[in-house]
């Protein structure tokens, strides 16, 4: 009923933005194209995806591992474990305990040890990541590593249990081996839960060792093992991203330089991939999240298969030498930054080395002797001042001698605009970098106001990445910011001014990509997810809107001869698509009143429909949310179409699309 009252009233609203222009054909805005003229190309790396490891977006979200700190290497080894009854007097702890030992030549130092007093009553639980989302009927990959010494533990029963600690789904595994040994299992849920448990109980008395203690669901993405979570995946890939950049963020830098990202430590067999703490751990005071590690299960090799997956380019960023500069701001001497430029190097090795060399080796021992085909590079993420520009004219030199067909990335530190932002566009342009990240966590006016941004930047310096940007509706790092319509509309108007500045900007990304709703550190976030579902934001919708017309040619779009870049609250950029042959206009209105817009083509549209795709709302703090994900969605209509002319009523706070198909 509610939805047929909904269709009706949106019938209502296509039929005013279709038709009311013989009522407002006076007071039209004409927006002048020609589709003949493009000005500039639209590079495939437009809109692309920035994968950070902030919020639980790879351990506890993409990376589909169920339990937490699975190799008990935590700064506290039992974290994320419970023995139900750790009272002393309890009958759990009379019937066996665990504990960790540590080995310190091994890349995973911590084993777990459990002794069972008395088989059948001791159990240990593992919380995953605030809980582990099963799914009804589907399957479940349990792995694990044990070493029975004495054989006196006879078997082991994995439950997982809900929140009521009924039991949901059960396997059992007999462990017959004295030494390390391998053992999996399926389990087969009968019941939908969102926090779920792993419960561990032990038969028999005895000693016996654990390590790598893991599940999975079998359906990830693409079916893999060690795989990614198949639902934001799907969402990533529905944005048709032109490029991937990972893993971060500041997670590059560390907080010291011993904590940054080190990228030759996340490939090969997951047991020898050493667990670090996540420098978002204890960051923020009002969100602590004490349990959140990186095992980098989802490592180097992952990230480049999964922007092959999206065809989008890979593009990896490794620290410069320079740990966090909000943080210790430790410095590597210049004299001893060479094995960075080494892990450089070789990471392009890695990516694009035949199979005879070492690290082409190591990609091929993985199960891909394909060139992962890395065009790009990001040296640094949010650098500042002199440390940052000497030590990437090392890079720079080394990189660019011995590979000149390798894009380089560099930063402009964490703001737009100020000293540390035009000290670093100065020393760039000098050094002739090519690309250059500008980062904006900026108010709504911002985002109004800039989108005039780049039309004076110098059209032969670099290249400009927006590489990170989202609207904040409260303040940068506030925990009160939303994901409203405010945000989205907003960033909308702000990125007709990227698409119009096609010719400088080639690559621009929102962020954070994604959040997990019980374990986040910053907002807003694209998308929100929890242990079963996801939720892609109304920012999500514009940036898929955007990323999915993004063209191939810049068009020019103007009013009384002037370029549109926010008269009276009206945004614009075109481009063609001469690929499919549309031309496609977006309009943004943050104006306060509705507006008669007139599209007038010089290259004729054929009599196809035009296609005209709306969000629209005037609730500014409106949300999607996982009670209501479909508050605010775009919505599709198509219009018979034959003149060179449209004319349509863009309504006030509204992004709408128009697709025209252009004659041959
Ligand atoms: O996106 C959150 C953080 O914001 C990133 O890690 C960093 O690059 C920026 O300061």
């Not at 090799?301 to 999206?310: S, V």
């Not at 990240?437 to 930047?457: G, L, M, P, S, V």
Request: hydrophobic fraction near 40%; aromatic fraction near 12%; proline fraction near 5%.
């Amino acid at each position: 009923m509610q939805s047929s009252i909904f269709s009706r009233k949106f019938a209502l609203f296509v039929f005013n933005v279709l038709f009311a222009s013989v009522v407002f054909a006076k007071d039209e805005m004409v927006l002048d194209i020609d589709s003949a003229i493009p000005v500039a190309k639209i590079q495939p790396t437009m809109y692309g995806i920035f994968f950070e490891d902030i919020n639980f977006a790879a351990d506890g979200g993409l990376y589909a591992e169920m339990v937490k700190n699975r190799s008990f290497e935590f700064d506290q080894p039992l974290m994320g474990w419970t023995q139900p009854a750790t009272d002393p007097y309890s009958s759990n702890l009379k019937s066996g305990v665990a504990h960790t030992l540590s080995y310190a030549n091994n890349i995973n130092k911590n084993i777990l040890r459990v002794d069972v007093f008395d088989g059948n009553n001791y159990s240990l639980v593992n919380d995953g990541f605030r809980g582990m989302g099963v799914k009804k009927g589907n399957e479940y990959q349990l792995s694990f590593y044990a070493a029975n010494r004495d054989l006196n533990i006879k078997g082991i029963r994995f439950h997982l249990v809900d929140s009521q600690n009924n039991v949901i789904a059960t396997a059992q595994v007999d462990p017959n081996q004295k030494e390390w040994h391998k053992y999996t299992a399926t389990l087969l849920a009968n019941k939908t839960e969102e926090k779920a448990r792993l419960k561990i109980t032990f038969m028999g008395r005895g000693s016996i060792d654990l390590d790598m203690i893991s599940l999975f669901p079998k359906d990830t993405w693409k079916g893999r093992p060690n795989g990614l979570r198949k639902d934001l995946v799907a969402l990533i890939a529905d944005l048709k991203p032109g490029f991937l950049r990972f893993p971060g963020g500041c997670i590059i830098e560390g907080r010291t330089l011993a904590q940054r990202y080190q990228w030759k430590k996340t490939l090969g067999a997951i047991e020898q991939r050493s667990t670090m703490i996540s420098r978002w751990n204890t960051e923020f005071s009002h969100k602590l999240t004490p349990d959140y590690f990186q095992s980098f299960g989802l490592g180097f090799y992952e990230y480049f298969q999964l922007a092959e997956d999206l065809g989008a380019a890979p593009i990896p960023v490794i620290s410069c030498g320079i740990a966090c500069q909000f943080n210790s701001g430790e410095l590597v001497p210049l004299s001893e930054l060479d094995p960075y430029i080494k892990d450089a190097l070789d990471l392009i090795e890695f990516a694009n080395g035949s199979t005879d060399t070492p690290w082409g080796m190591v990609r091929a021992s993985m199960g891909h002797p394909e060139k992962f085909n890395l065009k790009y590079l990001g040296v640094g993420n949010e650098q500042w001042g002199p440390q940052y520009i000497e030590r990437f004219k090392l890079f720079q030199d080394v990189l660019k001698a011995k590979h000149p067909e390798i894009i380089l990335i560099s930063g402009s530190g964490p703001f737009p605009d100020g000293e540390l932002f035009d000290f670093a566009h100065e020393e760039l342009k000098k050094l002739g970098a090519e690309i250059i990240d500008e980062h904006y966590y900026k108010d709504i006016n911002w985002f109004k106001q800039n989108a005039t941004r780049y039309d004076n930047y110098d059209r032969k310096g670099p290249k400009v990445f927006a590489g990170e940007y989202a609207a904040q509706s409260v303040a940068t790092v506030s925990p009160l910011n939303k994901n409203s319509w405010e945000t989205a509309l907003v960033e909308a108007a702000f990125m007709t001014g990227l698409e119009r500045n096609a010719d400088v900007v080639h690559m621009t990304s929102y962020a954070p990509l994604m959040a997990h709703v019980d374990a986040w550190q910053w907002a807003p976030n694209m998308i929100w997810f929890n242990n079963l579902e996801s939720l892609p934001t109304i920012n999500y919708q514009v940036q898929k809107l955007f990323s999915n017309n993004k063209g191939t040619d810049l068009l020019r779009v103007s009013t009384k001869g002037e370029v549109l870049t926010g008269q009276e609250g009206i945004y614009a950029s075109a481009v063609k698509d001469s690929v499919n042959n549309f031309a496609i206009v977006k309009l943004v209105n943050t104006g306060t009143s509705e507006r008669a817009i007139n599209i007038a083509m010089k290259n004729r549209v054929t009599k196809s429909p035009v296609s005209i795709t709306t969000m629209a709302s005037d609730q500014l703090d409106k949300e999607n949310s996982f009670a209501n994900p479909t508050a605010l969605l775009p919505k599709t209509e198509t219009r018979k179409f034959a003149a060179d002319q449209l004319s349509l009523i863009l309504p006030k706070n509204a992004l709408v699309i128009v697709k025209l198909p252009l004659q041959n």
